[in-house]
């Protein structure tokens, strides 16, 4: 045995290093896949129903829609890894004054203009008929928890692919 150890010790060391290697690298787990473009969203017309994608920066809900009422917003999906399409949590739309605050705020301050934003915020479920609530109200943290797929995929924010 020594011999063996004395004659292939240092080759047999290497290969089970390499070995090691490639398992922790095969292994490990995989970064969250992102779902589409973030610097996009999609938008619908709550009297049309019609869908649409736009540019997030320069598109702040409510916007002009076919009647020519401020009735477009954006529409919150969520995704699993596992599901193919897509799912519609709620709809978004700002007050009229974090909207013009937001207007007035620095070239690209995001984090500025998020925080803007976050204080006029209003969310509603799809459904026909549903309310629009203020996403502070405790009535709108029922859309805000977004539950995981049924065999545990994290559903994350989706987006959809540049038009």
Avoid at 38 to 58: H, K, L, M, N, Q
Avoid at 60 to 83: F, H, M, R
Avoid at 109 to 116: H, M
Wanted: charged letters at 25%; one cysteine or more.
């Amino acid at each position: 045995m020594r011999s063996f150890i004395n004659k292939f010790g240092v080759p047999l060391a290497v290969v089970l290093i390499v070995f090691a290697l490639i398992f922790a690298i095969v292994s490990r787990p995989k970064p969250a896949e992102q779902f589409g473009d973030p610097t996009f969203a999609w938008y619908v017309d709550e009297d049309t129903g019609e869908e649409s994608i736009r540019p997030i920066a320069e598109n702040i809900p409510p916007l002009t829609g076919s009647g020519g009422k401020d009735t477009v917003v954006q529409v919150y999906k969520c995704k699993a890894e596992n599901e193919k399409e897509p799912i519609t949590y709620y709809w978004v739309k700002y007050s009229d004054a974090a909207k013009k605050q937001a207007a007035a705020s620095p070239d690209q301050d995001y984090a500025l203009i998020e925080d803007i934003l976050s204080h006029g915020k209003f969310i509603r479920s799809p459904e026909p008929g549903s309310k629009w609530f203020s996403a502070r109200d405790p009535r709108a943290e029922g859309l805000l928890s977004i539950p995981e797929h049924s065999t545990g995929f994290p559903r994350r924010q989706a987006f959809p692919k540049k038009p």
